[in-house]
């Protein structure tokens, strides 16, 4: 048999005394009565006013980067079928993940601006960093696209592209 110790428990905390001195008033001491008239009482008649309600609208600020928008920034030249044509077409397989047979998914994220121009772009998850590099260098080059829309408006939005690199 194996006794474990006893653990006391620790002291309880020291209460602090209260300092606040109460006056005890008599009963017989009077308050000040505060009487409201009726309109009935008085005989005036209730107007009721009608305020206006006003609804401010949300103003977009301009450096703020939307995740989710009504209209999705979308490539120019066909939407994403031309986006694949795109990166099928400029990306160049690096040579050393080729002769090592590295292949994989890049996942790219960028920010699309109000003129369609791409910016921050940064790889989320990566495979090799020669793969990486090239996926940013294929992505930094595309044309702009046509941006992100919220409520009719130009916003700046992120976008997440997989770049897939595959050897035959």
């Known amino acids: 048999l194996t ?3 006893e653990v006391t428990p620790p002291p309880p905390p020291q209460v602090t005394p209260i300092n606040d001195v109460l ?4 009963d017989d ?21 009608h305020i206006p309600v006003t609804v401010d609208e949300e103003v977009v ?6 995740v ?5 920034p979308q490539f120019p030249d066909g939407g994403t079928a031309g986006l694949l044509q795109y990166l099928g ?16 998914r890049v996942t790219v994220q960028f920010v699309v601006n109000k003129d369609g121009s791409i910016v921050d772009v940064k ?7 020669y793969l990486d590099k090239e996926a940013v260098r ?13 409520r009719g408006v130009p916003v700046r939005c992120k976008f997440t592209v997989p770049v897939t690199f595959k050897l035959q």
Do not use: C, L
């Not at 001491?29 to 006013?49: H, Q, R, W």
């Not at 989710?68 to 999705?72: F, G, L, R």
């Not at 397989?93 to 994989?104: A, D, K, L, R, S």
């Open 138 to 150: 294929v992505i930094s080059t595309m044309p702009k696209w046509i941006p992100g829309k919220q």
């Open 68 to 72: 989710i928008v009504e209209e999705n």
């Open 29 to 49: 001491d009077t308050a000040e009565e505060t009487n409201f008239a009726s309109s009935e009482e008085t005989g005036e008649d209730v107007v009721i006013k």
């Open 89 to 104: 077409k400029n990306i160049k397989y690096p040579t050393i993940p080729q002769e090592n047979g590295t292949q994989g």
């Open 61 to 66: 600020v301009e450096d703020d980067i939307f």
């Open 123 to 129: 790889v989320i998850r990566g495979v090799d960093p």
């Open 3 to 5: 006794r474990q110790p």
């Open 23 to 26: 006056t005890i008033i008599d």
